[in-house]
């Protein structure tokens, strides 16, 4: 009875220990709960980040937090434009076929000006004067040297015919637009529109040759008839002059001006720049005397009434002693409408005066 007992009185003793031991399990058990909960936080972070570029993709259907990593989306596409800003633009293709041009030839020069190609004239010849922008250097129209050209680096050259000169320039690839002095009208408008096709201004080039006809139209049509009224053209102080068969004496007939050359060259041999005498001018007595050589030779009205018997001529008795620029009559180019100018205002002051 005694062992019973004393096993009964150690029971609930044992049962206490086993109560205390679950107790520490539970306890146990319940501290590595919480420990693991900062841990998998990051994994239901991770979750919402690997589902946003589904939410990226679909912006109109994102809501709650997924919308709102959907908003910061736009943050990380900047980096794609930074780089389009940084690449370099790609080189604009040149509006032009020719952007570097040099002309050795006056008239060219003033051609390429007139018609809107004068910012793409780099170096001009030492008599390319005009207009005054154009750029002058010491390169010469006469007698054309083909290193100190190419040293311009031109695409383009204007001259006049050189064949060898050409084919040089053309050898270092340089293309090359040549002209020659005309013999006609047309032959003025021909090369007009030629430069126009060559340098991309066509409707420029048309345009000057529309507003060219236009004014030698008119400045004829306000001159009375002058068939019966004589000239004699001078070039040179050595009495150089021209006959009808030439361009310039083609501008004079416009008007119906007889010219006293023309029998000074009859056959050609002169190919119609005669050098007539002091004794054959006074002779022809002419009605108008036209100076062509007032910068070059410094003629003028004054001078010539100085020379032996032309104070008895009757172009310098009635004041009929007209002084040109020379560099206006020896182009053919846009201010060839001044030279008419110059013989209309002529021929109407002789018809207002009978």
């Known amino acids: 009875m005694n062992r019973t007992a004393s096993k009964r009185a150690a029971l609930p003793l044992r049962l206490l220990w086993s109560l205390a031991a679950v107790l520490l399990l539970v306890s146990a058990c319940g501290s590595d709960n919480a420990a693991s909960g900062?841990?998998?936080?990051?994994?239901?972070?991770?979750?919402?980040?690997?589902?946003a570029p589904a939410a990226t993709?679909?912006?109109?259907?994102?809501?709650?937090?997924?919308?709102?990593?959907?908003?910061?989306?736009?943050?990380?596409?900047?980096?794609?434009?930074?780089?389009?800003e940084d690449s370099e633009?790609?080189?604009?293709?040149?509006?032009?076929?020719?952007?570097?041009?040099?002309?050795?030839?006056p008239t060219g020069t003033e051609i390429l000006f007139a018609i809107g190609a004068g910012d793409r004239v780099v170096a001009v010849d030492e008599f390319?004067?005009?207009?005054?922008?154009?750029?002058?250097?010491?390169?010469?129209?006469?007698?054309?040297?083909?290193?100190?050209?190419?040293?311009?680096?031109?695409?383009?050259?204007?001259?006049?015919?050189d064949g060898d000169v050409e084919a040089n320039l053309e050898?270092?690839?340089?293309?090359?637009?040549?002209?020659?002095?005309?013999?006609?009208f047309d032959e003025v408008y021909v090369q007009i529109a030629q430069f126009g096709e060559t340098t991309e201004q066509i409707d420029e080039a048309a345009a000057l040759i529309s507003d060219m006809r236009s004014e030698i139209d008119a400045l004829v049509d306000a001159a009375p008839d002058a068939s019966g009224l004589s000239y004699y053209h001078e070039l040179t102080d050595g009495l150089y002059s021209v006959t009808s068969s030439t361009f310039i004496g083609q501008v004079y007939s416009l008007f119906g001006l007889h010219n006293i050359a023309d029998p000074a060259d009859s056959d050609g041999s002169s190919y119609g720049y005669p050098q007539l005498s002091n004794e054959y001018i006074v002779d022809a007595d002419p009605d108008l005397i036209f100076l062509a050589d007032t910068l070059c030779?410094?003629?003028?009205?004054?001078?010539?009434?100085?020379?032996?018997?032309?104070?008895?001529?009757?172009?310098?008795?009635?004041?009929?002693?007209?002084?040109?620029?020379d560099d206006i009559v020896s182009r053919w180019g846009p201010?060839?409408?001044?030279?008419?100018a110059a013989i209309s205002d002529a021929v109407v002051s002789i018809g207002a005066a009978s």
């Not at 922008?133 to 040293?151: C, F, H, K, Y």
């Not at 410094?298 to 001529?313: F, H, M």
């Open 297 to 325: 030779c410094g003629q003028n009205a004054e001078t010539v009434a100085a020379r032996p018997g032309w104070n008895l001529l009757s172009a310098v008795q009635n004041g009929r002693v007209v002084e040109l620029n």
């Open 128 to 161: 390319s004067y005009y207009p005054p922008e154009a750029p002058v250097t010491d390169l010469s129209g006469w007698q054309p040297n083909v290193e100190a050209i190419a040293s311009y680096d031109p695409d383009l050259v204007v001259m006049g015919s």
């Open 38 to 51: 900062p841990t998998a936080a990051p994994a239901t972070d991770a979750t919402p980040s690997s589902e």
């Open 171 to 184: 050898s270092l690839g340089i293309a090359v637009l040549a002209i020659n002095a005309p013999t006609t």
């Open 335 to 340: 201010r060839l409408v001044e030279f008419i």
């Open 57 to 84: 993709q679909a912006p109109t259907t994102t809501t709650g937090s997924a919308a709102a990593e959907t908003a910061d989306a736009p943050d990380e596409m900047p980096a794609s434009v930074d780089e389009t």
């Open 89 to 105: 633009p790609e080189p604009a293709e040149p509006e032009y076929q020719y952007q570097r041009i040099v002309s050795i030839s």
